[in-house]
């Protein structure tokens, strides 16, 4: 009797699980779990690099050191890996230049970052006076 009761409360739990997640679908991430999960962490840094990079190389930002400064959104959609989608501002250390960055990163099985698709922009440069 008792097992029977334990079997009807975790299929009732399942259900409710399975109704609020769904495989395939992007969840929300806060900017605390994102900090908090090395995999997402990964690749808001390696997405944020690579747009920054580019940024220099295209002359539209001064040659200096770029880091995520903002999250403004992050979400994660569980596949054969991790895609995980993020909109972000990336700063200068003096905070003088701002791109705003959306970009999507998968991460395959073996943990291996690959920058799907982006879009940026200069939102403040640094002040030449």
Do not use: H, W
């Not at 998968?106 to 943990?111: D, R, V, W």
Request: hydrophobic share 40%.
């Amino acid at each position: 009797m008792k097992s029977s009761f334990f079997l009807l409360c975790l299929a009732i739990f399942g259900c409710f699980v399975g109704l609020s997640y769904q495989a395939g679908e992007y969840n929300r991430l806060s900017s605390a779990d994102v900090k908090a999960d090395s995999n997402a962490l990964g690749a808001l840094n390696y997405g944020a690099q690579i747009i920054a990079a580019e940024a220099i190389e295209n002359r539209r930002v001064k040659d200096y050191i770029y880091s995520v400064s903002d999250i403004i959104s992050a979400k994660v959609q569980t596949v054969a890996g991790r895609n995980y989608q993020f909109e972000c501002q990336i700063s200068d250390a003096k905070g003088g230049t701002i791109l705003e960055g959306v970009y999507t990163v998968y991460q395959n099985l073996n943990g291996r970052y690959t920058l799907n698709e982006y879009d940026y922009q200069v939102v403040q440069k640094e002040s030449f006076y």
